[in-house]
């Protein structure tokens, strides 16, 4: 089985800019959650996806939204960068059945100047 | 009450000792507990998880203490090995309005001498 991909793998963007990052899940995984990860912050749930539905949310703000379709792949848009923006951002995919086991991809490492 | 605090944030360990990472939580409605290793460069991966009903789980030189009555659980890795150099992530489960969603330590960066 394939992994998670993500897509890109690298960004660099300037403050004020927007940003889309893609994430492709192990297939058959319906469920794609999103992370915010930073040195010394560990991995900020952002939000999690379940059949096209946002299904949990975390405490990011407006600015971070994303969404899922119908082949369970996923996006996640970051509207007006800030400099504090600047992370790895991880998605996992997950089965019906185990939900605590969360299959993460390699992350996108995004650089807002 | 829906955090898990972890400790150390930052942890040496010879080669061949035993490094002991842990975790306390709040919330008694946590129904699975897993690890989480995650190498520079690389998503977590999940290690190892168990159950608030069992005491310990093994596998391999890794295994998980789990004190139901403090509510707190802890990972061993005996004979610790350079290889085993990477930042280790405990969670909890817990079903939050129908939806199972996990809440995650904030990390430990676990070093192996050689």
């Known amino acids: 089985k394939a992994g998670v991909t993500q897509t890109p793998r690298y960004l660099i963007k300037t403050r004020g800019q927007q940003v889309t990052l893609s994430c492709s899940p192990i297939?058959?995984?319906?469920?794609v959650s999103w992370y915010q990860q930073t040195p010394g912050q560990g991995l900020q749930f952002l939000f999690e996806?379940?059949?096209?539905?946002?299904?949990n949310k975390g405490n990011f703000p407006g600015r971070f939204s994303g969404r899922q379709f119908s082949n369970s792949r996923s996006e996640m848009n970051v509207s007006t960068l800030e400099l504090g923006d600047s992370a790895l951002y991880l998605c996992?995919?997950?089965?019906?059945?185990?939900?605590?086991?969360?299959?993460f991809g390699p992350g996108t490492r995004l650089t807002v100047t | 009450q829906q955090q898990v605090k972890q400790s150390p944030q930052s942890l040496i360990v010879q080669k061949g000792g035993i490094s002991i990472i842990n975790c306390a939580y709040e919330?008694?409605?946590?129904?699975?507990f897993p690890w989480y290793q995650q190498f520079p460069g690389k998503g977590p991966a999940l290690l190892i998880a168990?159950?608030?009903d069992v005491s310990e789980k093994k596998e391999g030189r890794f295994t998980i203490s789990f004190n139901k009555s403090a509510k707190q659980f802890s990972l061993h890795i005996m004979d610790s090995q350079p290889g085993d150099s990477a930042t280790y992530f405990c969670?909890?489960?817990?079903?939050?309005?129908?939806?199972?969603?996990?809440?995650w330590g904030a990390g430990t960066k676990l070093i192996i001498k050689p």
């Open positions: 919330n008694t409605a946590f129904d699975y």
């Open positions: 996992a995919s997950s089965s019906d059945r185990i939900t605590y086991e969360q299959y």
């Open positions: 168990i159950r608030p």
């Open positions: 297939s058959g995984h319906r469920s």
């Open positions: 996806y379940f059949s096209e539905t946002q299904r």
């Open positions: 969670a909890a489960r817990v079903l939050m309005d129908s939806n199972y969603q996990l809440i």
